[in-house]
């Protein structure tokens, strides 16, 4: 659709992401190529457990479903601090924690997302059917952003990538405008060969039209003029440079930007990899990619600011110590090398 991210309105407004496809040149254009998005009468949902039957396979939850590894702390989602490697079993993790009233948000390729709430719904008990026929929206305990969590069911054959998704989350923990996953994966409990993660933060959309107040877009073009737009822009450059110094790439860059705020969160990250020090030529070529892709999303208009912003960045971290987050490495010279020469040259 024109001007559209791939998302859908739901009472209440609840969306952590939707996978974005390709943008045309003027950035106008998001076309649907990794997610499908289904209306209430092409999903099959049960009682419970709940189930969704969906084009790449099925999907099914009781609520609550126990997850193994993550906890609330002061407040927060966050991945415990005892939970063993992520070659460990699940079930020997110390802590689980429940959630709630599970809602399908999308699905492609690597698997099926669906948001849930860590708070138990006061409906819960009182509704004899599953989420088609749920209690009107004012009876719906209205928790913040921060009590929701995404889950992400893999297929059979996507298993890796989905593993491997939490692995670089993990190492982008520290890296801003990035989504989390909290604990390690978990085995998918009704079909042997798949797995669970666990994401956040979820992106709240408050309306479906990415071009208002509260919606979400995959486009800076989109976001409103002003201080707006040089947030994202900021946002482009610190997450980029964020990957690079903790050595990680994707060439399927994927961003969500909230259209009157400018705030942006990179998704989807199972073709993510890792790079080494020093470059090998495959892993130079990718980082060429990956930049490349990131120029992308800056408007003509904006050049000059994302310009100053990734001079900004590179003069904290070309040496250890003399960064923001001192717990990240430095930059790696070719890595600069190769930032300089495409952003300086490019924009």
Known sequence: NKNDILAFKREPHRHRYQDVGDVDNDGATVTATTTTLLSSSEVSTGNSPYSWNLPNGNVRFESPLSFAGIEVRDGRLKSDPASPPPSSSPSSMPSSISLWD?????????????SFSTSRPNYFNSQPSGPKDAAPTENRVDDDDDDMVAIKVSWKRSRSSVENECDILHSLENVPHVERCLGVPNAYPYEEGRVMIALAPVVVAKSSDPLSDGGITSSLNNVR??????????????AMVGMLRVGVYTLDVQPLVMADTGEVMFIDFTEAKHFSDPLTPSDESSLVGFCSEMIALIPDALSDVAVEDLVTELNGVRVSGSSRNDEMPPLPEKVVDILENMWMDTL
């Open 102 to 114: 599970p809602t399908f948000l999308g699905s492609g390729g690597s698997g099926a997302v669906f």
């Open 225 to 238: 003029r002003g201080a707006p737009q040089r947030n994202a822009v900021r946002g482009v450059v610190e």
